[in-house]
């Protein structure tokens, strides 16, 4: 564990704070109007080691070799020119710090820190991190990299948990959810949706996907898994006979067939690490999907008929609504699976470029 300290003065800035995995949808911007909650479990950081933030620089004013040195190969709308290495925390996780007003970026319902480092440090007032909680963002504090260090923290640091304990008390991601908004009328302020967990990974998944097929169509398992990823991969890939296959493989489940070409795998929540099959499937393509994903993905919850307490008795008529479900066809998040595939550098192929450029264009709206 350690805390972070202020780089003017050392005064301590956050509670203890235990290192984790970045959640794939940090970056994530969701819907419109929305209100997300806190993106980080209090206790934890992760670190981010793309640039965050401005300042930025448009596509057409950065070189390509520059761009690949810094693992982008295709093109995209800015690169931001911070420095890279922000590390994220949940805001009640802050210490010893103040807002500044003027900072207040172009939020309408909170701040987005579009204008830069947004809180100071109380003790010497150096700008050190970059509160965001404006709507349809995740709720976080940003550290600034270069205005703030770690300090150790006496005691006992756990070891991270094993794939085995991971599958079996690992926590599953629902795969839909109400979404709070603001401004509605008490009572009607949400709606039931996908959850944007799962259209973050999904939209990462998918990038990895199409690289992984060749361009050839892909097939993933029936159920949720095909609700998920099927409809896009037969929209993006050529039709025909199936030619590569995708299942779902990791910690407590079966060894796949050696045919098999793609392996949808968790990725460790703390150490970030993907799972890595061994025997004939250890060649295999493998895409990464969140734990909570994918723990759904093998053992679905289906919802219960009953309370989960016992049976309803025989003489009593059952008046509960049963769940609502989303009232759209699953969608990636456009932002995550663009922001996945213009670093993988498979993405210099002439076909995937053409999805890429699809995509910018709205051709893909649909999928999205």
Known sequence: MCVFVCAGCGAELTTPLSQVALPVHARQKYGNGTRLPVLM???TFAVDPDPWGGPWRRWDEIDPDQAEARGIYAPVHALSDSTPGASVIAPGDIRGTRLIPEKHGGACCGLDGSDGPNMACEACD????????????????????????????????????????????????PPFEPIATWGGRPGTNHYWSWNPQWEAAAGQALAHLLVAS??????????????????????????????????????????????????????????????????????????????????????????????????IPQDVLRDDPLPLLPTHLFRADRGTFQHTLVRLPAVRSPWLRTILENLTQDASADLF
């Open 126 to 173: 150096l700008s050190v991190a970059n509160r965001v909680d404006d709507c349809s963002l995740w709720q976080a504090v940003w550290l600034s990299p270069d205005a703030v260090h770690r300090g150790p923290v006496d005691g006992i640091h756990a070891a991270p948990l094993s794939w085995a304990e991971l599958a079996e008390k690992g926590e599953r991601t």
């Open 214 to 311: 060749q361009g050839q169509p892909v097939t993933v398992p029936g159920g949720l898994t095909s609700v998920v990823f099927q409809r896009a991969l037969d929209a993006l890939l050529p039709s025909g006979p199936p030619k590569r296959r995708a299942v779902l493989a990791g910690p407590g489940q079966p060894f796949p067939d050696a045919g098999v070409d793609i392996l949808l795998v968790p990725v460790h929540p703390q150490t970030g690490r993907t799972w890595t099959p061994a025997g004939p499937t250890a060649s295999a393509h493998l895409v990464p999907l969140p734990l909570g994903v994918w723990l759904w993905l093998v053992l679905p919850q289906p919802y219960l008929p009953v309370p989960a307490s016992g049976r």
């Open 41 to 43: 479990q209090s206790g």
